[in-house]
Nanobody, 114 residues
């Protein structure tokens, strides 16, 4: 069972940027499509970005044009570059398989506030 460790969250002002990292315990190429998810207080977890083994990406409408997902096979790491952050981006961010997610990691907290 693959394990994921998310990092890079923090407190940032509106309009700021953060880069999240997701380290996998084994090859992300063999995992297939990877996704970044987020869960805000009182809301369900939602998918915000995904990337295929071929590098094809897609994004939720709410983050399109502001977030960029990428991956480094050599480091077994998936990244989420978040720019122009808004207060509504505040959430705990997780990574996992896009399809049939396995065990969830602890996530990384992102708080956007002035």
């Amino acid at each position: 069972q693959v394990q994921f460790v998310e990092s890079g969250g923090g407190l940032v002002q509106p309009g700021g940027s953060l880069r999240l990292s997701c380290a996998a315990s084994r090859s992300i190429f063999s995992i297939g499509v990877m996704g970044w998810y987020r869960q805000a207080p009182g809301k369900e977890r939602e998918l915000v970005a995904a990337i295929t083994s071929a590098g094809i990406t897609n994004y939720a409408d709410s983050v399109k044009g502001r977030f960029t997902i990428s991956r480094d096979y050599a480091k077994n790491t998936v990244y989420l570059q978040m720019n122009s952050l808004k207060p509504e981006d505040t959430a705990v961010y997780y990574c996992n398989r896009r399809y049939s997610p396995g065990d969830w990691g602890q996530g990384t907290q992102v708080t956007v506030s002035s």
